[in-house]
């Protein structure tokens, strides 16, 4: 086998060589497990391109060729990215959905920029599968993907897409600042994932968004649903300390609230979220560890996760909450550990 792009030892030379040896298999649960060991090796794999490629293309196992394009971005990823460009381009024109859709993914993964255009025609494709996966790979381009903001935009009419053109809206920039209102509005969808959709994009755009946005997010704190005062309050502490921290006071006392109904839909937890992203609360929500109530601790737990590397210095009281007796707690100190751990690239001890 000829050399490969990057240094590899005997053994993941011979585990390399045995998994494209398997490529032609007659068994398709053996090529696909063949092709996922290659994904792993990305670019030290390229020897293999041609081979998967081959197989996204025309395989009879339509779980081969998804897991082939996917393997064609990978193998590109820190080696000939263009050359895969090219051959997902290929690929979403093809006449299944899967394989149209995990093309635009894989054009997201690899963010060459040619690849721009196509990607926003597909933002209008009549395969909701496909709009969906082409609003992800335009938000994986970040800040350049700008050119297809208006794309982007029309797609919050549409409700199938809705969630992920507000994440793809927030991941754009000062570009999409001017439509931060808009998204302001659909804090009263009645689908929590759309409303907790708006606070994340809202937090991406934060020290672009203007007074207004911030007035009208300060309404709903006050509304008559629990289930929208919550994800206003974390909409407003993903505004930032400098914008929203008049709210402090709201949401501070949002957290003594006792609700009935899921942990995500009630004010304390919205409000342990907001303030762990408006930053400088770690002592207010530590103290709050001490409620007698198990929602609450672990809604806290949720909000020092909040925190990036601010939130390092909480870590040791997030390690106590993994002996709570109550099964709640335990799972919500571990989920914030591990938010922690991926916030701050491993520096969480």
Do not use: W
Request: include cysteine; aromatic fraction near 2%; glycine fraction near 10%.
């Amino acid at each position: 086998m000829a050399s490969l792009s990057v240094e590899l030892t005997e053994l993941d030379k011979g585990s390399l060589s045995d998994a494209g040896q398997k490529l032609a298999s007659a068994d398709p649960q053996v090529r696909l497990r063949a092709v996922s060991a290659i994904a792993e090796a990305g670019s030290a794999a390229a020897d293999f391109f041609p081979h998967v490629l081959a197989l996204a293309r025309a395989d009879s196992s339509l779980a081969v060729r998804q897991e082939a394009v996917r393997t064609v971005a990978s193998i590109g990823i820190g080696g000939n990215a263009r050359q895969a460009a090219a051959a997902l381009e290929e690929l979403v024109v093809a006449e299944e959905g899967q394989i149209r859709a995990a093309a635009a993914r894989g054009l997201g993964a690899l963010r060459v920029v040619e690849s721009l255009g196509l990607l926003g025609r597909l933002l209008a494709d009549p395969q909701m599968l496909v709009r969906e996966a082409a609003l992800s790979a335009v938000g994986a381009f970040g800040t350049a993907g700008s050119p297809e903001l208006q794309g982007v935009v029309a797609n919050l009419d549409v409700p199938l897409v809705r969630v992920e053109a507000i994440g793809t809206l927030g991941k754009l920039g000062p570009s999409a600042a001017g439509h931060a209102a808009a998204l302001v509005g659909f804090l009263l969808d009645s689908d929590v994932r759309t409303r907790v959709a708006v606070a994340d994009a809202l937090l991406r755009l934060r020290s672009h968004v203007l007074d207004d946005v911030v007035d009208r997010v300060g309404e709903l704190l006050h509304h008559q649903s629990d289930r929208f005062r919550a994800t206003a309050a974390m909409a407003m502490g993903s505004l930032g300390e400098a914008k929203a921290g008049q709210h402090k006071r709201t949401l501070l006392k949002m957290l003594r609230e006792n609700t009935i109904g899921p942990a995500a839909l009630s004010p304390a937890f919205g409000a342990a979220i907001g303030l762990g992203r408006l930053g400088g609360q770690g002592e207010e929500l530590l103290r709050h560890l001490a409620s007698k109530r198990p929602e609450v601790r672990a809604a806290i737990c949720e909000g020092l996760a909040e925190m990036g590397a601010e939130g390092l210095h909480y870590q040791a009281r997030l390690m106590e909450c993994l002996q709570d007796p109550d099964e709640r707690i335990r799972v919500a100190a571990a989920r914030s550990l591990n938010k922690l751990r991926d916030a701050t690239a491993g520096k969480l001890s």
